[in-house]
């Protein structure tokens, strides 16, 4: 076994990773299960029979032994189906490799076999004088290894794991050792990051062949640890199963930072307009204006709701009030409209729907939304490429009229139904926040942490973005693609929101709004969260 070509880490960033991984726009593709098992059907037709496990199981043996050097003693749980078939093919390297191997293998349920791959890799363990343990109990000693490979269920979840095999989901996490996932932790949805029954929460997930969407978004990030791929030597295979969606993440984004050249003016940054605080919610729209003015926008204007509100930011006196924004204003501006807005900002929906140059709604303005479908209606009229909303999950569940929970299960697809309902660029907050356009691949951000889960880090995206799309207004336009300035916005600002969030707050400690809002910034962050590199 080799021990120089490890697989690509993907997370935490930065990416080294294979030359020829990134599609045109440098982003990194994400497939849903349909198109995964396409792009394996695809891979399987050229290669040998059964080499494509063989080459997994020994991706997942070399980064088990790149990650645990001196683990003596290795616990693979194993499914009947390929995913086992992947555990079984490793555990012949790490038993080659002198490890202890303590294997276990999952029966599977009345009525139905193992698939042929894996009864093979079932063959070819036993060949290799590997001992299979088949009881419901994990191996003896098991709990003792130090570490365990959980190769129970990958992509093949079709329902919550009950009965032996959550029992086995739970022994895994019960032992506490450290734990390399293959493929996806057993339990966790491929398509949607949230599991509705027992999961293992993962240290590493070597993801195979294709990257799941759930890996990245929701609980996906929690369950699946550092994530790790290996296209098993696919790169070069012709015309490969196109992604359902992308990372959005630090290399994809560089592209989009806009340059400060010498001669730039205030005039070629953009106008922010600002409008929300209601009473008692003032420094909702005051953290915005803040947030777009710190970002660079040209000039930044506020009209807070509340008319007792402060007309002016003691700490920013550039921030300029205004009493009553005219429809010229709202024609030269990007319109922030929602932070703190309480049941204020309904009446200036209207308005803002027909005159508003670029309307970021977030927050109240998202409910008002919601609440009305002839401020919806409006909202469809406004040109394609005009309007971004920022809703959190439960914002979007109002909108949509769905579950919260139907929103977490498929948050890309929610995401995506948004934009087609609402007209608009979506930004689906949250861990792994979705950033989805009409009829067009949604992205999954990688930046930010547990330290953006305090009150007002919303309110500072949205003023982000605000500053973001309007100086991407004043570069040249793609006519022919309408939407591309919005998107781009979004994706620049949610990324780096997260980005300086993980600056800021290395530790995930909760971050002030306040403290955020003043590092808001369109360039690359002084210092990017760096770590070591994978061996690619
Ligand atoms: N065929 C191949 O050569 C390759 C297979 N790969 C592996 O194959 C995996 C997918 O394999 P499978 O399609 O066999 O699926 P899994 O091994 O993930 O699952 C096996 C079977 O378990 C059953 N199942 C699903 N949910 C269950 C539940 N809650 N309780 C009990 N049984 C349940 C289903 O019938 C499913 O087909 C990938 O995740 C990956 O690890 C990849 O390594 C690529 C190559
Ligand atoms: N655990 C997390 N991981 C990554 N980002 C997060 C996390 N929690 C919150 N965020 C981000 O923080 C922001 C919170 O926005 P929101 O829920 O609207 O809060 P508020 O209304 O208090 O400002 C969003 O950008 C969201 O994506
Ligand atoms: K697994």
Not at 58 to 87: E, F, K, M, S, Y
Not at 153 to 165: C, H, I, Q, V
Not at 172 to 181: F, K, S, V
Not at 315 to 342: K, N
Request: glycine share 10%.
């Amino acid at each position: 076994m080799s021990p120089n070509a490890l697989p690509a880490r993907v997370l935490p960033e930065p990416v080294r990773e294979a030359i020829g991984r990134r599609d045109e726009h440098g982003a990194i593709g994400l497939h849903r299960a349909a198109s995964a098992r396409q792009r394996e059907r695809q891979a399987l037709a050229t290669r040998a029979p059964h080499a494509l496990m063989a080459r997994a199981g020994l991706a997942v043996a070399r980064l088990a032994l790149a990650l645990q050097p001196h683990a003596r003693t290795v616990w693979i749980a194993c499914g009947h189906g390929n995913n086992g078939g992947d555990g079984l093919e490793a555990a012949i390297h790490l038993q080659q490799a002198g490890r202890q191997v303590l294997l276990q293998l999952l029966e599977p349920p009345a009525g139905s076999t193992a698939p042929d791959d894996a009864r093979l890799a079932q063959q070819r363990a036993r060949d290799a004088g590997l001992v299979i343990h088949t009881g419901t109990q994990s191996p003896p000693g098991a709990g003792q290894a130090d570490l365990v490979i959980d190769a129970l269920l990958g992509r093949g979840l079709g329902r919550p794991a009950e009965g032996p095999l959550a029992a086995a989901i739970e022994a895994i996490n019960d032992a506490g050792l450290p734990t390399l996932a293959v493929d996806l932790p057993s339990g966790l949805p491929g398509d949607g990051g949230h599991p509705v029954g027992p999961c293992v929460r993962a240290d590493w997930t070597l993801a195979l062949l294709t990257l799941a969407p759930g890996l990245f978004t929701g609980a996906g990030r929690d369950l699946a640890g550092e994530i790790w791929q290996d296209p098993l030597g696919t790169l070069d295979d012709p015309q490969p199963m196109p992604a359902d969606a992308r990372l959005n993440d630090g290399r994809s984004i560089e592209r989009l930072m806009p340059l400060r050249p010498h001669a730039l003016h205030k005039g070629s940054s953009g106008d922010v307009l600002v409008i929300g605080g209601a009473r008692g919610m003032g420094g909702a729209a005051m953290l915005a204006a803040r947030a777009a003015l710190v970002a660079g926008a040209g000039r930044v204007h506020l009209h807070p709701l509340d008319p007792q509100g402060l007309a002016t930011d003691p700490l920013h006196p550039e921030l300029m009030h205004c009493s009553r924004p005219d429809s010229d204003l709202l024609a030269r501006c990007t319109v922030v409209a929602g932070c703190g807005g309480a049941t204020d900002i309904i009446g200036w929906l209207p308005e803002l729907s027909r005159h508003a140059a670029r309307l970021v709604l977030d927050a109240d303005a998202l409910n008002a939304l919601a609440a009305d479908s002839a401020l919806l209606a409006l909202l469809h009229q406004r040109e394609a490429g005009r309007t971004v909303i920022t809703p959190h999950p439960l914002e979007a569940a109002r909108l949509l009229r769905y579950p919260l929970e139907t929103i977490q299960q498929d948050r890309l697809a929610a995401a995506q139904e948004l934009a087609r309902r609402c007209h608009a660029v979506v930004v689906l907050k949250g861990s792994g926040s979705v950033i989805a356009a009409p009829g067009r691949l949604p992205w999954i951000n990688t930046s930010g942490s547990a330290a953006l889960a305090t009150a007002g880090s919303g309110d500072v995206l949205a003023g982000w973005l605000g500053a973001s799309w309007s100086r991407r207004a004043t570069l040249p336009a793609s006519p022919a693609d309408p939407w591309q300035a919005s998107e781009q916005a979004a994706r620049l600002a949610v990324h780096l929101h997260g980005q300086q969030a993980q600056r800021l707050s290395p530790d995930r400690a909760a971050l002030p709004a306040s403290r955020l809002a003043e590092a808001a910034c369109l360039l690359r962050p002084r210092h990017p969260d760096t770590g070591p590199g994978p061996i690619a």
